[in-house]
């Protein structure tokens, strides 16, 4: 009895040792953000919404924009009644490809079902390819998406060249202002470099 004792403690003490090493080995990693600029842009896939999902891998080989959003943000209402989002969205109409992403969860006064999204920025005239449902804050979390609006530029090989705010005006009173995703879409579809490649973003927190 005693030996058979032992010898199941020191089972439980290995799967223990194990459990702790995996959890210690993952853990860290998980934590990480999986976005970088410079580097690939992570996989992900959501639906949009009318349902469809909606894939990063569907658009391999092309330019793509990823822009956080929350229509019951001032920071966002103000970049769409205003134009600024909208004037960049439509400058490059068949030149990217423009993902909007709501990441509010559903528990949050925030969240909207995606037919009042449709008819909202349907009425700010929104010019993107899709808008996606990021409910549970995966996707967005794996880009530290961190307030709305938050924009990331893709290149045409995968790799994250954009991380910042959509320009250098978040007070929206400077008569001459720097659109950061106008410059770097430029750059971009011209073979270039990107001269500003990380900037802060400003608006409202993602409401996840």
């Not at 959509?166 to 971009?188: C, F, H, Q, W």
Request: hydrophobic letters at 40%.
């Amino acid at each position: 009895m005693k030996s058979r004792s032992f010898l199941t403690t020191a089972v439980l003490l290995a799967v223990a040792t194990g459990l702790v090493f995996m959890f210690g080995a993952f853990g860290p990693i998980a934590n990480e953000p999986a976005a970088e600029v410079g580097k690939a842009a992570p996989a992900f896939s959501l639906t949009d919404l009318n349902g469809n999902t909606v894939s990063l891998a569907d658009f391999k080989g092309k330019v793509v924009v990823l822009e956080w959003t929350n229509p019951n943000c001032p920071f966002v209402q103000r970049v769409y009644r205003d134009g600024i989002m909208t004037k960049v969205q439509k400058k490059y109409t068949d030149k990217v490809v423009w993902l909007s992403v709501n990441s509010t969860s559903k528990p949050h006064q925030d969240y909207l079902e995606p037919s009042a999204l449709a008819a909202k920025y349907k009425e700010w005239k929104a010019d993107h390819d899709a808008m996606l449902m990021d409910e549970d804050g995966t996707v967005g979390k794996m880009f530290d998406a961190k307030t709305t609006p938050h924009m990331y530029i893709i290149d045409a090989k995968g790799v994250l060249v954009y991380n910042g705010g959509i320009d250098d005006d978040p007070r929206g009173n400077k008569s001459e202002k720097v659109n950061y995703v106008d410059t770097a879409l430029d750059e971009v579809l011209a073979g270039k470099a990107v001269g500003t490649t990380t900037s802060k973003p400003y608006g409202c927190s993602v409401k996840y």
